[in-house]
């Protein structure tokens, strides 16, 4: 079993920052791919941003330039820095890790999902 802890979330102005850290728990091999996803009510659950071990980073488009996204493998924690917070950033975010874990003698792959964490971003 895996389990993730999310923190960071709040409520801030325009133009602010937040970090947003995930950690991960557990009886597992690897963490392959750790991911913050964004969702608005009962719409999509979208990407912002991805991260291999090897630390090779995707971001969405919206938030390329203000969004950083880190990990810290020996900890099995993932980061994400947000800065010049937008209004259109607020959602609840979640944090998504895939690896693999071992049963019965054989390696199977595995994704959790963390409980999310509220971001609120005022005009």
């Known amino acids: 079993q895996v389990q993730l802890v999310e923190s960071g979330g709040g409520l801030v102005q325009a133009g602010e920052s937040l970090r947003l850290s995930c950690g991960a728990s557990g009886s597992f091999n690897i963490i392959a791919v750790m991911g913050w996803y964004r969702q608005v009510t009962a719409k999509r659950r979208d990407l912002v941003a991805q991260i291999t071990r090897s630390g090779l980073t995707d971001l969405a488009d919206s938030v390329k330039g203000r969004f950083t996204i880190s990990r810290d493998n020996a900890n099995n924690t993932m980061f994400l820095q947000m800065d010049s917070l937008k209004p259109e950033d607020t959602a609840t975010y979640y944090c998504?890790?895939?690896?693999?874990?071992?049963?019965?003698?054989?390696?199977?792959?595995?994704?959790?999902w963390g409980q999310g964490t509220q971001v609120t971003v005022s005009s």
């Open positions: 998504n890790v895939g690896g693999t874990y071992t049963t019965s003698g054989s390696a199977q792959i595995f994704n959790v």
